[in-house]
């Protein structure tokens, strides 16, 4: 299985500065067909994930343009320009590039 | 806007199939993969399978020996069944659609469940 590590465990902003969470797989997520499959959700409390990013940068329908997804081969970045008070929880990177499907540990978003 | 939702006994006795049901509204479950994925504290999500609408299904090998997903295309459901349960299968269970973009796979997620917890205990 592949499996996905990101990084920080926990990460405490204030409002309006920005984020930054890391995501590194085991093994490249290149797909056969070309495509690198990886996602980025956001789970916040007593909610289930919600898709915000998909093939590493591609923003979701009504995700803010503050999120940003970057990255290739093993390392991927998700980042949030400005924080808002909405963007607390638990951000998890999937990838679907091999069965089975994978998701990392997760990272809490909070504010300081 | 498709909503999914899943329904199913909250309490599962050791041993026993845990059974659960996702119903698909405001969308067709056709032409989409449809997962089961599950949520612990401990191993955090988990992808348990999927199932496409015309009845192929992919599952985690980690769960292979115990799980079927099936579909009901005429009720706009489809179904998970996971055998011979232990207290490691509690969990929040939820379903969701595999998002795709023009008809092209996208390896994402876009309709998740609200999530139901099943907790197995005698």
């Known amino acids: 299985d592949i499996v996905m590590t990101q990084t920080p465990l926990s990460s405490p902003v204030t409002l309006g500065q920005p984020a930054s969470i890391s995501c590194r797989s085991s093994?490249?997520?290149?797909?056969?067909?070309?495509?690198?499959?990886l996602s980025w959700l956001q789970q916040r409390p007593g909610q289930p994930p919600r898709l915000l990013i998909y093939k590493i940068s591609n923003r979701f329908s009504g995700v803010p343009d503050r999120f940003s997804g970057s990255g290739a081969g093993t390392d991927f970045t998700l980042k949030i320009s400005r924080v808002e008070a909405e963007d607390v929880g638990v951000y998890y990177c999937?990838?679907?590039?091999?069965?089975?499907?994978?998701f990392g540990g997760g990272t809490k978003v909070e504010i300081k | 806007q498709v909503q999914l939702q899943e329904s199913g006994p909250g309490l599962v006795k050791p041993s026993e199939t845990l059974s659960l049901t996702c119903t698909v509204s405001g969308g067709s479950i056709s032409s989409y993969y449809w997962s089961w994925i599950r949520q612990t504290p401990g191993k955090g999500l988990e992808w348990i399978g999927y199932i496409y609408y015309s009845g192929t299904t992919n599952y985690n090998p980690s769960l292979k020996s115990r799980v079927t997903i099936s579909v009901d295309t005429s009720e706009n459901q489809f179904s998970l069944k996971l055998s011979s349960v232990t207290a490691a299968d509690t969990a929040v269970y939820y379903c969701a659609r595999s998002y795709t973009n023009s008809g092209n796979y996208c390896g994402a997620f876009d309709y998740w469940g609200q999530g139901t917890l099943v907790t197995v205990s005698s």
């Open positions: 999937m990838q679907a590039t091999q069965f089975p499907l994978t």
């Open positions: 093994q490249s997520l290149v797909h056969s067909d070309g495509n690198t499959y």
